[in-house]
C-alpha cells in the first residue's frame, strides 16, 4: 500500500513539474514591411514605440508560460541583442527567453524541423508568430487541450480563431478562410478563399454529421497549442512549409493516419497579427484605443501618462505654443513638437524634433526623426533617423526607411519606397540598371538621400494583373478627352418609381436632408472608430425608419455621403484626381460588403449610378476619374455589366438644356469602358456560339 502512495506522490510532482513551453517563430519570411525589413526584422518593428516581439511575450508570460524559444533567421543577432538587454533578460522575469539562431530555414516548416533536431520542446508547447498582439487568457485553452489529447492521443492541435466578421478592422483580406466544424469543434474543412466566388464541400461532410457548423466570419490568430506529434509529422513531411500546408495535410490524411484538429473560438479577448501595412495601421490604432486592454501604452510603459481623446504623452516632452494633437496621438520620451504644428492619428517615437507648422496625420514617426518647418505628411512611415527638410509633402503609402533624407520643397508621390543604402543588384543586370539605382535627386531633392525601391513583381498571374490595373490607372481631365466622332442614341426609359431626387428638381424634405444628414455622421464615425460593416448597415437602417425614408431615397443618398467621406477627410485642403481615385478606392474596398448589402438588383444599382451621376455634375474632380470608379465599382461586383450599358444607353428624361448637356459629357467620359464591356461580351457570346 505504502509503494502504491509513493508511486502516486510521485506522478503527481512529476506533473506539477512540467513547464509550460512556447515557440515564436520570429521571421516573417515574406517581405510584406519591405524595405524596412532590409534593415531591420519585422519582430523589432516599433507598434506604437514597443518592438511587436514584446508584446508577444507579454501575452505568453501573462498566460503562465515559462520557458519560451525564440526562433530567428532574418537578422538574428538584432533579435538576440534585444532580449538579452530586454526586462525578459532580467532576474526578475517570470519567463525564461532562449533566441534560436539560424540562416538556413525559409519557412515556418524548415524552422519546426530545425527546433526538433535540437530536441528543445519536450511535450505540449504553444505556437505562435512574433507579431502577435493579444490579450487572451491562453491558460484553459492549454488545459482544455491537454485534457483532450488525454482523452483522445489523435488530437495533435487545437487551433485558435477570434469571431471578426469579414470586413473587420484587424481581419487581412488575403487570409481570409472558411471552415467547417463537428459539434466536438473538430475541424473538417479548411479552405482559403482568396479570390473565390465558390466553396465547394464533400456531400459526405453533411451525411456524416448529424451538425455542422460552417464558419466564414473567424480570424486565424495564428495561436496553436501543440502536441508533441506536431514536430513529427512537420519532420516527416517536409512538404509541410505554412501552417495552411500542416492543417491541409492532416485533413487529406486524417483517414489513413488518424490525426484530428480542433479549434477553439474566443468569445472575448483581443488577439490580431501585424502581418503587412494596413494591419500594422489597425492594431497600433487598436492598442491606442484600448481595445486591447491592458496591453496600453501607459501599462506597457510606465513614462506614459494618458489624457483625453486618447493622447498619451511621456513625461519629458517639449509642446511649444499653438501645437495641436488632436486625437489618437502618442508622443515619446524626449521629443520636440513646435509652434502651430497639428499631429491626429499619429505615434511618434523617442528623441525626435519636430518643426513649427506641420501637418501630421496617420503617420508612425520611429525614434530620432527630425521634420524641418511647413512639412505635411499623411498615412506614412518614417523610419530612425529620417530627416524631412522644411516645406516637404509626403503622400499616403509612403515609407521612409533608415536613415533617408529628403530635400527642402519636395513633394513625394503616394506610395513612393525609399531606402537610404543602394539597391543591390544583380548578376544580370547591365550598367544602364546598374545607374538607374543610384539616388533619384529628382525624387529626394539635390541634398537628399535615397534609393527607390520597387517592389517585387509578383509571380502570380491574377495578382499580377491585379497590380497593372492599379498601377495603369491614369486620371484625365474633362477637357483632356477626346471627342467621339459619333454618339450614342439613347432611348428614354421610365423610372421605376419618382421618388429618386432628379437634377433640377425642387429641394428634398427636410426628413430627407435629416437622413444624409445623419448618413453622412454614421459614415465618418464609423470611419474614425472602424465600426464593424454589419453594424453600419443596422444603423444606416434604423435611419431610415427614424425618417420614413423609401429604400431608393437610401440607395440614393448612402452613396451620396460615400463619395463625401474623401472630400470629408481632406479638408481644408483640396483633393487633386490622383488623390481622390487612391482614397475612393480605397474606401470602396473596404466598405464593399455594405455595398453588396444594398445594390443588389438592377433598379438599386442604377440608384447608385444616378447618385454617382448628379455627383460629378456638382465636383469636377469626381467627374475627372468617373470612368476610373465606375470600372472600381465593376470590378468590386457592386454595378453589373447590364446595368451599366442600361444606364449609358438610357439618360434620365429632362427638359433642361444644362442637365441634358451633363448627360452627354459624363457618359462621353464612359465611352472607353463601354466600348471595353460591349466588345467583352461579344467575346463571350462567341465563344459560347
Known amino acids: 500500500m505504502s509503494g502504491k502512495k509513493s508511486k502516486g506522490k510521485s506522478e503527481n510532482l512529476l506533473e506539477q513539474e512540467e513547464v509550460l513551453q512556447a515557440l515564436v517563430i520570429a521571421d516573417s519570411f515574406n517581405e510584406q514591411f519591405a524595405p524596412i525589413t532590409r534593415e531591420r526584422p519585422r519582430a523589432l518593428i516599433p507598434l506604437v514605440n514597443t518592438p511587436l516581439i514584446d508584446y508577444t511575450i507579454e501575452c505568453l508570460a501573462t498566460a503562465g508560460i515559462q520557458e519560451v524559444f525564440v526562433f530567428c533567421c532574418a537578422h538574428a543577432d538584432q533579435i538576440k541583442s534585444h532580449l538579452e538587454s530586454s526586462k525578459w533578460n532580467a532576474k526578475t522575469s517570470p519567463v525564461l527567453i532562449t533566441p534560436i539562431l539560424s540562416e538556413g530555414c525559409h519557412s515556418t516548416g524548415d524552422a519546426l524541423r530545425e527546433i526538433e533536431r535540437k530536441s528543445l520542446l519536450r511535450g505540449h508547447f504553444v505556437l505562435v508568430t512574433g507579431d502577435l498582439v493579444c490579450n487572451m487568457q491562453l491558460k484553459p485553452l492549454i488545459e482544455i487541450h491537454k485534457n483532450r489529447y488525454q482523452k483522445n492521443k489523435s488530437s495533435v492541435m487545437t487551433l485558435v480563431y477570434k469571431q471578426a466578421c469579414p470586413g473587420h478592422r484587424t481581419r487581412s483580406a488575403v487570409d481570409d478562410f472558411l471552415i467547417a466544424a463537428d459539434k466536438e469543434q473538430r475541424l473538417l474543412s479548411y479552405q482559403k478563399i482568396k479570390d473565390k466566388s465558390r466553396i465547394r464541400f464533400p456531400l459526405e461532410l453533411f451525411q456524416e454529421n448529424s451538425e455542422l457548423q460552417v464558419r466564414f466570419d473567424l480570424l486565424d490568430c495564428h495561436v496553436g497549442i501543440c502536441s508533441p506529434r506536431v514536430m513529427e509529422l512537420f519532420v516527416d513531411n517536409f512538404d509541410y512549409q505554412t501552417q495552411d500546408d500542416f492543417i491541409r495535410g492532416v485533413l487529406v490524411n486524417e483517414e489513413i493516419e488518424g490525426n484530428m484538429l480542433h479549434i477553439h473560438i474566443l468569445d472575448k479577448g483581443y488577439a490580431a497579427r501585424s502581418s503587412n501595412l494596413p494591419m500594422y495601421d489597425a492594431v497600433s490604432k487598436d492598442v491606442i484605443r484600448r481595445w486591447a486592454y491592458p496591453v496600453v501604452p501607459d501599462n506597457l510603459s510606465d513614462c506614459y501618462s494618458y489624457r483625453r481623446h486618447n493622447v498619451y504623452l511621456s513625461k519629458d516632452i517639449t509642446l511649444e505654443s499653438g501645437s495641436k494633437l488632436e486625437e489618437d496621438v502618442v508622443i515619446g520620451q524626449g521629443t520636440l513638437i513646435g509652434n502651430n504644428t497639428i499631429i491626429s492619428h499619429s505615434v511618434i517615437g523617442n528623441n525626435c524634433k519636430i518643426g513649427e507648422n506641420v501637418v501630421l496625420e496617420n503617420v508612425y514617426v520611429w525614434n530620432n526623426v527630425t521634420i524641418d518647418s511647413n512639412c505635411k505628411v499623411k498615412w506614412a512611415m518614417l523610419c530612425d533617423g529620417v530627416h524631412l527638410s522644411s516645406g516637404v509633402t509626403v503622400e499616403s503609402g509612403s515609407i521612409l526607411s533608415f536613415g533617408v533624407k529628403i530635400g527642402c520643397n519636395v513633394s513625394l508621390p503616394a506610395e ?68 467621339s466622332s459619333s454618339e450614342d442614341e439613347s432611348d428614354e426609359f421610365e423610372e421605376a418609381e419618382e421618388d429618386i431626387p432628379q437634377r433640377g428638381a425642387t429641394p428634398p424634405p427636410n426628413d430627407v436632408i435629416l437622413f444624409y444628414n445623419e448618413v453622412v455622421e454614421t459614415l465618418q464615425r464609423a470611419s474614425e472608430e472602424n465600426v464593424n460593416l454589419e453594424n453600419l448597415v443596422l444603423e444606416i437602417n434604423s435611419s431610415k425608419f427614424a425618417y420614413n425614408i423609401s429604400m431608393r431615397e437610401l440607395n440614393y443618398h448612402v452613396f451620396k455621403g460615400i463619395l463625401e467621406m474623401p472630400h470629408m477627410r481632406a479638408k481644408p485642403q483640396v483633393l487633386s484626381a490622383q488623390q481622390l481615385l487612391l482614397e475612393l478606392k480605397k474606401l470602396l474596398t473596404k466598405i464593399v460588403i455594405l455595398l453588396r448589402n444594398y445594390y443588389k438588383s438592377g433598379e438599386s444599382q442604377l440608384d447608385c449610378l444616378t447618385s454617382l451621376e448628379d455627383y460629378c455634375h456638382k465636383c469636377s474632380t469626381t467627374l475627372a476619374v468617373f470612368p476610373k470608379v465606375l470600372h472600381i465599382l465593376y470590378e468590386l461586383d457592386v454595378l453589373s455589366e447590364e446595368v451599366i450599358l442600361r444606364w449609358h444607353k438610357n439618360p434620365a428624361n429632362t427638359d433642361d438644356a444644362e442637365v441634358k448637356s451633363q448627360q452627354q459629357n459624363i457618359r462621353k467620359q464612359a465611352n472607353a469602358f463601354v466600348t471595353w464591356l460591349e466588345e467583352a461580351e461579344e467575346e463571350s457570346d462567341s465563344e459560347e456560339d
Not at 466 to 482: A, F, H, K, N, R
Open 416 to 483: 513612393t519606397f525609399l531606402t537610404s543604402k543602394p539597391i543591390p543588384s544583380s548578376a544580370d543586370d547591365d550598367e544602364d540598371d546598374e545607374a538607374s539605382r543610384g539616388i533619384d535627386r529628382n525624387v529626394v531633392g539635390e541634398d537628399g538621400l535615397g534609393y527607390v525601391w520597387t517592389p517585387p513583381v509578383p509571380e502570380d498571374d491574377e495578382e499580377l494583373d491585379l497590380c497593372q490595373q492599379v498601377l495603369g490607372l491614369t486620371i484625365t481631365s474633362p477637357e483632356m478627352e477626346e471627342e
